[in-house]
């Protein structure tokens, strides 16, 4: 049955029109519509269906937008304009790049440079780990002991400013069967190589590891330093991925860029340098390109951003790449998609930016900012995403791979040290006594010594699944 009731006739009610409303207009039906008993001949032809099923669909008519070709996205994403952690697996035949931090200045949204790569294989890297990323890596459900294999573009402090929290609290938090994995390059001197930097890490923080050391922990890093000015040098090579990498123009010798290559797919992320042939040389025909920019707005962004034009000039002329080189760059190297860093994200900017990149890039183009980028990447498309992570997240369970795959449980180490090893008696003896601020029935059985001074073995089928792998492919 069909009501003939419109919003015509409605608002004709309300305002006492006596308005007629012709049988010709729209009518709505409150019956589900039945279409038992149809045959073929009652639907529409099938050149209609054609023409529904492709609408929208370029099918040689004309391009499809400005920026896509081969951008689009996958089809086993559970959503194509976010990624949530913990929601989708890494393909075999896919590699996945989220950018954890994006800007040399700090602030919310944006903290220092740090790019994640994650491959179909099972394995992880981290390219830069600046100051604040770890946040964005914990809210993204990654345990603290599987931020490893980390690759430091050059040592200023924004690029690698996280390391010191990566190791404590690695180390705390079950990092117990392998070393942290540290890559980067030498300097001129002993004293200016990623190895240097390391050993002044560990003096730094000795009285955090002595304390830290009535826990269970394990404080091995296994540090590779590369010689800064190898061109092309093999900075790893396993599980057939490498990485190479090649110096980068950053006013001091010991700063370098990186090419990685897995599986027939390879991006490049030049680091913090003034534009220059090396990049072209060793970045060119990746798929996904990451350059550092800086657009030429110097004395407007002097009154936005604090920084007197004359250093900020100076600043980008002898240490960063213009946005507009940044473009040259990218039409020399030719990348599936070419993406920008290490820049600042502010809507006053960001069209001039991208106006100054066109210049000369008209291909694929995406900032790589602010945090939380998401890159999906295979050899059929390319799709880029915002992530999506909690204000408020917890840390995930430690991950306890290794120490199965090596014993076929977990282990747990025995504690360096006792209290009473590194303590002075007086001032425990300052403790407040538990029973005056416990309720009565309340109070817990109290841990105040390490249980037992040989190692814990738990084995695998008792091990939370929280705690184990949820990639198939590290699993296998």
Same mark, same amino acid.
């Given at each position: 049955?069909?009501?003939?009731?419109?919003?015509?006739?409605?608002?004709?009610?309300?305002?006492?029109?006596?308005?007629?409303?012709?049988?010709?207009?729209?009518?709505?039906?409150?019956?589900?519509?039945?279409f038992s008993g149809k045959s073929p001949a009652d639907f529409a032809a099938e050149e209609t269906?054609?023409?529904?099923?492709?609408?929208?669909?370029?099918?040689?008519?004309?391009?499809?937008?400005?920026?896509?070709?081969?951008?689009?996205?996958?089809?086993?994403?559970?959503?194509?304009?976010?990624?949530?952690?913990?929601?989708?697996?890494?393909?075999?035949?896919?590699?996945?790049?989220?950018?954890?931090?994006?800007?040399?200045?700090?602030?919310?949204?944006?903290?220092?440079?740090?790019?994640?790569?994650?491959?179909?294989n099972g394995d992880t890297f981290i390219f830069d780990m600046g100051e604040g990323a770890v946040?964005?890596?914990?809210?993204?459900?990654?345990?603290? =002991?599987? &931020?490893?294999?980390?690759?430091?573009?050059?040592?200023? #402090?924004?690029?690698?400013?996280?390391? $010191?929290? !990566?190791? +404590?609290?690695?180390?705390?938090?079950?990092?117990?069967?392998?070393?942290?994995?540290?890559?980067?390059?030498?300097?001129?001197?002993?004293?200016?190589?990623?190895?240097?930097?390391?050993?002044?890490?560990?003096?730094?923080?000795?009285?955090?590891?002595?304390?830290?050391?009535?826990?269970?922990?394990?404080?091995?890093?296994?540090?590779?330093?590369?010689?800064?000015?190898?061109?092309?040098?093999?900075?790893?090579?396993?599980?057939?991925?490498?990485?190479?990498?090649?110096?980068?123009?950053?006013?001091?010798?010991?700063?370098?860029?990186?090419?990685?290559?897995?599986?027939?797919?390879?991006?490049?992320?030049?680091?913090?340098?003034?534009? =220059?042939? &090396?990049?072209?040389?060793?970045?060119?025909?990746?798929? #996904?390109?990451?350059?550092?920019?800086? $657009?030429? !707005?110097? +004395?407007?962004?002097?009154?936005?951003?604090?920084?007197?034009?004359?250093?900020?000039?100076?600043?980008?002329?002898?240490?960063?790449?213009?946005?507009?080189?940044?473009?040259?760059?990218?039409?020399?190297?030719?990348?599936?998609?070419?993406?920008?860093?290490?820049?600042?994200?502010?809507?006053?900017?960001?069209?001039?930016?991208?106006?100054?990149?066109?210049?000369?890039?008209?291909?694929?183009?995406?900032?790589?900012?602010?945090?939380?980028?998401?890159?999906?990447?295979?050899?059929?498309?390319?799709?880029?995403?915002?992530?999506?992570?909690?204000?408020?997240?917890?840390?995930?369970?430690?991950?306890?791979?290794?120490?199965?795959?090596?014993?076929?449980?977990?282990?747990?180490?025995?504690?360096?040290?006792?209290?009473?090893?590194?303590?002075s008696q007086f001032i425990r003896d300052a403790e407040i006594d538990p029973d005056l601020y416990?309720?009565?029935?309340?109070?817990?059985?109290?841990?105040?010594?390490?249980?037992?001074?040989?190692?814990?073995?738990?084995?695998?089928?008792?091990?939370?699944?929280?705690?184990?792998?949820?990639?198939?492919?590290?699993?296998?």
């Amino acid at each position: 049955m069909l009501k003939k009731v419109t919003a015509l006739s409605i608002l004709a009610a309300v305002l006492g029109l006596g308005l007629t409303v012709p049988a010709s207009y729209a009518q709505v039906s409150n019956e589900t519509p039945d279409f038992s008993g149809k045959s073929p001949a009652d639907f529409a032809a099938e050149e209609t269906m054609k023409e529904v099923a492709i609408g929208g669909v370029p099918m040689g008519r004309w391009k499809e937008g400005l920026l896509f070709e081969g951008i689009s996205p996958q089809p086993w994403l559970t959503s194509a304009a976010n990624w949530l952690p913990g929601t989708e697996e890494v393909q075999p035949d896919e590699m996945r790049i989220t950018f954890m931090g994006t800007a040399p200045m700090l602030r919310p949204g944006q903290m220092n440079t740090s790019i994640y790569v994650e491959l179909g294989n099972g394995d992880t890297f981290i390219f830069d780990m600046g100051e604040g990323a770890v946040a964005n890596y914990l809210a993204s459900g990654i345990p603290i =002991n599987r &931020l490893n294999d980390i690759f430091l573009s050059h040592l200023h #402090v924004d690029h690698f400013g996280s390391l $010191p929290w !990566v190791y +404590a609290f690695g180390a705390w938090s079950g990092r117990w069967h392998e070393p942290l994995r540290i890559t980067g390059p030498s300097g001129r001197t002993e004293k200016d190589g990623v190895s240097y930097m390391v050993e002044g890490m560990k003096q730094m923080m000795h009285w955090h590891r002595e304390a830290f050391s009535v826990f269970p922990v394990a404080w091995e890093i296994e540090v590779n330093e590369f010689d800064f000015a190898d061109a092309g040098g093999t900075a790893y090579e396993k599980n057939g991925v490498k990485v190479i990498h090649w110096p980068a123009s950053h006013a001091k010798d010991g700063a370098s860029g990186y090419r990685l290559d897995w599986n027939g797919l390879s991006f490049c992320f030049t680091g913090d340098t003034r534009p =220059n042939t &090396l990049d072209i040389d060793y970045c060119k025909g990746v798929d #996904v390109m990451i350059s550092e920019t800086q $657009p030429e !707005v110097v +004395a407007i962004s002097s009154g936005v951003q604090g920084v007197p034009p004359f250093v900020g000039r100076y600043t980008i002329d002898t240490h960063h790449t213009p946005s507009y080189a940044a473009g040259y760059v990218f039409d020399k190297v030719q990348p599936r998609i070419a993406m920008t860093t290490h820049m600042p994200y502010d809507p006053y900017i960001n069209a001039e930016t991208i106006a100054e990149i066109r210049e000369h890039w008209k291909g694929p183009f995406h900032f790589g900012a602010p945090d939380m980028v998401v890159v999906n990447v295979t050899k059929e498309s390319i799709w880029v995403r915002d992530g999506v992570i909690p204000d408020y997240p917890n840390v995930r369970a430690p991950n306890a791979d290794a120490s199965i795959q090596k014993y076929g449980g977990l282990i747990v180490p025995t504690p360096t040290y006792q209290r009473e090893d590194i303590q002075s008696q007086f001032i425990r003896d300052a403790e407040i006594d538990p029973d005056l601020y416990y309720p009565e029935g309340y109070k817990p059985v109290l841990m105040e010594h390490w249980p037992t001074d040989k190692p814990i073995f738990i084995p695998e089928e008792l091990v939370p699944e929280s705690m184990k792998s949820t990639s198939k492919q590290k699993s296998d």
